[in-house]
């Protein structure tokens, strides 16, 4: 049956004050709770260093998480590792494995925003180059085994400091933390997830369903080249907003404004990157182009069913949060997910891999990298 998780990006009001970014990060946890109590499968929060966000320390806010929760399954929706040291990122997440009990994921990318370059030094032209190097160099530090590494020779890298039979410690509790390649534009990225026989979340926020549809079938293509079996490869897709309601126009007239309103924000936008333009017409056109799943429980099921026909996918990320909608207005919305449309996906869709079972994939494939 499909695992079904929230996503929360964390944004607050632009100029918050900073009781307002203490009453967004509670919102937070509030709503991860929330999730799990609804039987959801896992929670994600985002990371982000520019406003309006307030998300730039995931490991903490997941960890206050971790403590308020004992089942869900955590989860980073995506680490920077394009801007980061893999030393302290191998050292943060193995701590909040420990502290959860096992129950961390991580989703890796190099993000999009312009301010990551003027805070970290590294371009967006740059940040593929470093999040590969940096991958490798966290699963060796995840390893277990003495770690000697250079920095790579004309590479902006965060990390300059070379390292010799350096190990970290604690290691993770698991055997592998399960790391999935976020992305919505890049085969360098699902490539490098297909070396390692990791999984991949399609971004699948912006733009119709074929723009991403091409890059999962290149993963696969990938994943197969290197004559693995088709049925090991995992993709996960996000849906954005969930709002259903029994009678398909209640859903459709309560979201008009809050599409009109992110319309008008990404039309406004000084830059427009990749794989955040969106090309709809019209908000008839987001609803029947895109991902968000808003309509009747039967419209949901069938917007599922169409992307789970192109993608494979057996993981479905949906917003973690009210986004512009009123807190009883989306929680009363979620309750009718769970009680009329999660079933159905938990019987049509099937089961992804157990973290153990990816693992067992994973370590099969690094394996063969080393080798």
């Known amino acids: 049956m499909a695992a079904i998780q929230g996503l929360d990006l964390i944004d607050a009001p632009a100029g918050a004050t900073p009781e307002q970014v203490t009453a967004r990060l509670q919102e937070v946890v509030r709503n991860a709770v929330l999730f799990e109590e609804l039987g959801f499968d896992g ?11 307030v998300s730039s320390a995931p490991p903490v806010v997941l960890s206050h998480i971790a403590a308020r929760t004992s089942r869900i399954r955590l989860l980073t929706g995506v680490t920077l590792l394009s801007v980061l040291d893999p030393v302290r990122v191998a050292e943060d997440y193995a701590t909040l494995d420990h502290l959860s009990g096992g129950r961390l994921e991580i989703i890796v990318g190099k993000g ?11 371009g967006r032209t ?11 160099l966290l699963r060796q530090l995840w390893s277990g085994e003495p770690v000697t590494w250079d920095p790579p020779e004309g590479l902006p890298t965060i990390r300059r400091t070379p390292l010799r039979d350096a190990q970290v410690f604690p290691p993770p509790l698991q055997r592998r933390i399960r790391v999935w390649h976020g992305s919505a534009t890049a085969e360098r990225s699902v490539e490098l997830a297909a070396e390692y026989g990791d999984p991949i979340f399609s971004a699948n926020g912006f733009n119709p369903l074929e723009y991403y549809a091409r890059l999962v079938r290149h993963y696969r293509d990938a994943w197969e080249a290197r004559g693995r079996d088709p049925q090991d490869a995992l993709v996960g897709a996000g849906h954005g907003a969930v709002l259903v309601a029994e009678r ?5 007239e309560a979201y008009r404004p809050v599409y009109e309103a992110q319309a008008a924000r990404l039309r406004a936008a000084s830059s427009h990157l990749p794989g955040t333009v969106t090309f709809y017409d019209s908000y008839e056109d987001f609803l029947a182009q895109g991902s968000n799943l808003i309509g009747s429980p039967q419209q949901v099921l069938d917007k599922v069913a169409r992307y789970h026909e192109a993608f494979g996918h057996r993981v479905i990320n949906v917003a973690g949060n009210k986004g512009g909608l009123g807190q009883q207005e989306w929680e009363d919305s979620l309750r009718l997910f769970v009680s009329d449309v999660v079933p ?17 994939v994973a370590s099969r494939a690094t394996a063969v990298v080393a080798a």
């Open 112 to 122: 999009n925003g312009p301010e990551q370059a003027e805070l970290f030094g590294i």
């Open 248 to 252: 398909s126009q209640d859903a459709v």
């Open 126 to 136: 740059e940040a593929w180059d470093t999040l590969e190097a940096n991958y490798r």
């Open 344 to 360: 159905e996906l938990r019987r049509t869709i099937p089961d992804p891999p157990s973290p153990e079972q990816s693992a067992d």
């Open 43 to 53: 929670f994600a929060v985002g990371e982000r260093h520019h406003t309006p966000f």
